[in-house]
């Protein structure tokens, strides 16, 4: 008897495995009884056939680990779920044991949803948290790389078997991430798998942050999933009349927390910012663009040239530097605002 070959049967997905596992071990013994004559017979020919034993095999060549609903080390979290799966596939490694934040938003997202989603990771990661999101374009890879940039873990929950990267261009991304999947191997993405790998992003997170979504969004499946947890769910607030944060507002409107800043989702946790997070002021020409910058509220390269009788290329280049600092964001339409 087998419970990872009872998880690889043909027909048993998470609900009937689940009528299964209650039962204990014994359940093993009374498949039939359980989920018919039929299921029995295809449990039986899996077992007959080792698949199980293959199944280790194959994944252990490609560096991934399945572990089971069965298994001590299984995401404890993920067991909250009305329909955990059987098995799920990690490669790298997730101990869990610390807060986690899921951020996620728009394939489409926007310069600023990009770069708050990048600091957002990155304050994150820097205060010990870890970062979870689901590899996509847009606001996931942002989340992702900031997290990394912070020093901290980064989870990435695909709609894919773990080794079927998806987007493409994320495969040198996804090298340096953890990867999970309730997929198997092999397996490539579908329409369907999307949303059934966001109820994985819900409840692996203490938190959701929907940084950017229109009203249609996978974002919004992952906050409702995260709400019905009893998860925290903040958005991130955008212009009114931007169809891309409708969703995002709508979230708001209907009482999700205001994330408009990285300490807003570190207090949701009941943390503080990491002693790093306060940086000190720029000094020099870049400290005088910073303090023009937070006289202006937000302004275009040109302005602050003609405020600092500085040469465009000047400009262009401390604002890369207090980009990179974290003292200044990039604005939709070429303007800035300073941070801090």
């Known amino acids: 008897m087998s419970w990872l070959a009872l998880a690889l049967t043909p027909g048993v997905g998470p609900a009937r495995f689940l009528k299964v596992f ?19 017979r295809a449990y039986r020919r899996t077992l007959a056939a080792g698949e199980a034993e293959r199944a280790k095999e194959r994944a252990a060549a490609s560096g991934v680990r399945p572990v089971g609903l069965w298994e001590a080390d299984y995401p404890p979290t993920l067991r909250h779920l009305a329909d955990p799966p059987p098995l799920v596939y990690l490669k790298g490694g997730w101990s869990g044991g610390r807060p986690a934040v899921a951020v996620v938003g728009s394939r489409k997202a ?31 890879t942002a989340a992702h790389k900031g997290a990394l940039a912070g020093g901290g873990p980064t989870l990435a929950v695909l709609g894919s078997g773990v080794d079927v990267v998806y987007p493409p261009e994320n495969a040198e991304l996804a090298a340096r991430l953890t990867l999970m ?3 198997p191997l092999g397996r490539g993405p579908s329409a ?14 203490d938190a959701v942050v929907i940084v950017q979504a229109p009203e249609k969004s996978g974002a919004l499946i992952t906050a409702a ?22 969703g995002s507002n ?22 503080a910012a990491a002693p790093g997070a306060d940086r000190p002021k720029p000094d020099g020409a870049a400290g005088a663009l910073w303090e023009a910058l937070r006289r202006r509220g937000e302004a275009l390269p040109d302005d602050l040239a003609l405020d600092l009788n500085l040469g465009a290329a000047e400009v262009l280049g401390l604002l890369t530097r207090l980009e990179l600092s974290g ?5 939709p339409g070429g303007r800035y605002e300073a941070v801090g």
């Open 22 to 40: 209650e039962a204990g071990e014994e359940g093993l013994e009374r498949v039939g009884e359980l989920l018919g004559a039929e299921l029995e």
């Open 110 to 140: 926007q310069p600023w949803a990009l770069d708050f989603s990048e600091r957002l990771a990155r304050t994150l990661a820097e205060a010990g948290v870890a970062v979870v999101s689901g590899l996509a374009r847009g606001v996931d």
């Open 181 to 183: 999947s309730e997929l």
């Open 192 to 205: 369907g798998s999307f949303p059934r790998r966001n109820r994985l992003i819900a409840a692996l997170a």
């Open 225 to 246: 999933l995260a709400a019905e947890l009893g998860r925290e769910v903040l958005a991130v607030p955008g212009r009114p009349s931007d169809w891309a944060s409708r």
């Open 250 to 271: 709508r979230l708001l409107a209907d009482g999700a927390g205001v994330a408009q800043d990285p300490d807003d989702v570190l207090e949701a946790l009941g943390m």
């Open 327 to 331: 003292h200044v964001r990039a604005l």
